[in-house]
Structure formats: structure tokens, C-alpha cells
């Protein structure tokens, strides 16, 4: 499913799995890892990743390697014993390679006792290349390029995203001049990249193919509703507590009833087909309103994603006008209109046609609130 949801999506890669070990709670982003077994971490991986290519789009396994904190993650150091790396942070990285063979591995943030990840020579040349041999393409997290000659050399074939924010054009010209870095290793580089792109070529979905909507169908739904069931484990049911009988007295507390938490923030995010919120279920269940709710504590560290609560003419988020010039200026052109669900817009790549040479340009949101309710402020 996860492949043909990719292409309805006009991508030739999943950046997924992530199989790091949920060692602690540092790790931000452990929901998006398996497990705290090394075992069952990289077998679960391989399946994933023999599932999404065997649609023809591409798995990229990560981050490789030790990258269980997010403090300072661009430069924690993993202090780690080589037995422990071994048998535990590599593991599931291994058993991915050995029963599925991920098209790509992406590189992690940190060090790993003291040199980045991206350029350790010893874990993406000797071991993943050597020792495991493995041979695909190796990509940097989301500027997690540090360097140009040492990276090379480890082995990162392609720094990411997109325009480089360290192998700028004219500085490996510069270093190739220098003949710091030989061209046999650039050719090495970039034969992984074209053997990639003949993989995508081969998976017949389109460059910059558009994205739809075609995959949200009763079979889908139907899919994510058994996963999302399978995947939840009782561990105790003290005086057979569950499950809830109808007559039984229920109240509802705590904000994730209203608003679901059904995927992590940043690159974690996405604009599901639909989402059904726990509070409304139980009352759909139970065929009733009267359901007593209480929000509890607020678990929201900045402002409330507002497009969740806004609406204009053409439906539910925001109206946003894209202009050259702030909104004093009078003679401001348009450059883009279109309508976003969300007040927490990541724009790494988005540019609108007509911005100027430094990309500037101005967001106009304009959305109607209306509250649930009609009554006094709350007074603390």
C-alpha cells in the first residue's frame, strides 16, 4: 500500500523505514523506529522494504547510524562500544541489507564517537559497502552534509535536499583543481546516482509526476483500519474492565481526543485523507451527544495549528495570496493563490514564479474562525 500510495503521489522514493533503537526518551523520533529489539527492528525493516519496492519505488533506510537523540542532533556525539554497535545500532540495518537490499540508505545527523556519520569511511565504505555488500545509494538527511572531500571519500554519494548547501558547484570544481579530490572517486559517486535514476526511470512514474487523490477508497480505509487495530497490544485488563459495556458511565479527557494525534510534526506530517478524532467515534458509537469531555492539560509548546480551526468560501484551512512586496507596498503583483490546511507550513523547496533573485516573497492568510461555543473568556 505504501508503494501505491507513492505513486499516486509521483514519488520514486519513500524516505522510510526507520529502524534506530528505541533506546531512551531522548529519541524524538522514535515512533517512527520499531523497537527497542535489534531483532525485531530489522526484520520488521525488511519487510517494509521488500514490500514498497516490490511496487517498484524505491526504500530508503535510516539513519545510519546511532541517531537516537534529537538535543543538538546535528552534533551529539553517540559514545558507543564496538561490540554494542555491532550487535545492537547495526543489526537492524543488516538484516534489512541481507532480506530485502534497500535501493538507498540515508546517512544520520551525529557523530559516532566523535566523527559524523556522513563521513565515517569505516561504516558506509567498510562495512555497508564491504562487508555487508550492499550497492546502492547513499544519501545525507535533510542537511546533514557537513563537508565535501570527507564525505566523498566515506562514501555519501548525494547530498540532500535538493540545490547543495555544501557541494556547491563552483567549491568541488575547486577542490578537483586541487586535485584534493580525484575524479575516479567523483565518477564513483555519481555512477550511484545514475544507477538510481534508472531505477526510477524503470518504475514508469513520471518526473515531477502531479499528485491525486485516487488511492482513498473503501480498500484503503479498510487496510489502515485493520493495521491500526492489529497494532494495539492489552497488557492488562484488571477487573475485566474492557470492554466498555453501553451502560457503562464514561467521560472522555485530555486534548488528543478532539485533536488527533495521528502523525508526528515537521517531516513526520502529512494531510491525511480523512481523520476521525476519538471523542466524535464515541459518540457515533454510542449514538449520543451526551459524552462529558474535558481538555486537561494542553500538551501544545507554540500556537495551535489554526488551519484546523479556520474555513473559507472554498472550504476548510486558510486563503493564501502570494505576493512580491509586503502588504504596504501599492503596487504588489500575485504570484500565488491557493488554499492550505495548515498554519504550520514547512517550505523547504517552494518558490513561486516571479519571486526576486533572493527568493523573497510575502504569504497573505486570511480564514473565518468560528467558535464551538458562545460564552465568557476563561479567567485564570
Partial sequence: MMSVEARHKGAHAILGPTCNIQRGPLGGRGF???????YLSGMASAAIVKGVQKGGVAATIKHFVCNDMEDERNAVNSIVSERALREVYLMPFQLATKYATPKVFMSAYNKVNGILSSERKDLL??????????????????FGCYS???????????????????????SVMHQILAREIPMPLIDERVTNILKFIKFAIQSGIPADAPEDTKNDTPETSALLRKLAADSIVLLKNEGDLLPLKEKDKIAIIGPGAKTPRSFGGGSASLNPYYQTNILEAIKKHLGS?????????????????????VSTEKGPGFHVMVYNKPVEATDRKLLDDMTVESSKCLMFDYSPKGADKNKLFYWDMEGDFTPEVTGEPTKF
Fill in 32 to 38: 517512527e523506529s520499531f523497537s527497542e529489539d535489534q
Fill in 289 to 309: 451527544d451526551d459524552v462529558p469531555y474535558a481538555l486537561g492539560s494542553e500538551v501544545e509548546l507554540s500556537l495551535y495549528d489554526l488551519g484546523k480551526v
Fill in 125 to 142: 565504505g567498510g562495512i555497508l559497502r564491504g562487508e555487508w555488500g550492499w550497492d546502492g545509494l547513499v544519501i545525507s538527511d535533510w
Fill in 148 to 170: 565535501i572531500k570527507q564525505s566523498l571519500e566515506a562514501g555519501m554519494d548525494l547530498e540532500c535536499p535538493g540545490s547543495p548547501l555544501i557541494r556547491k558547484h563552483n
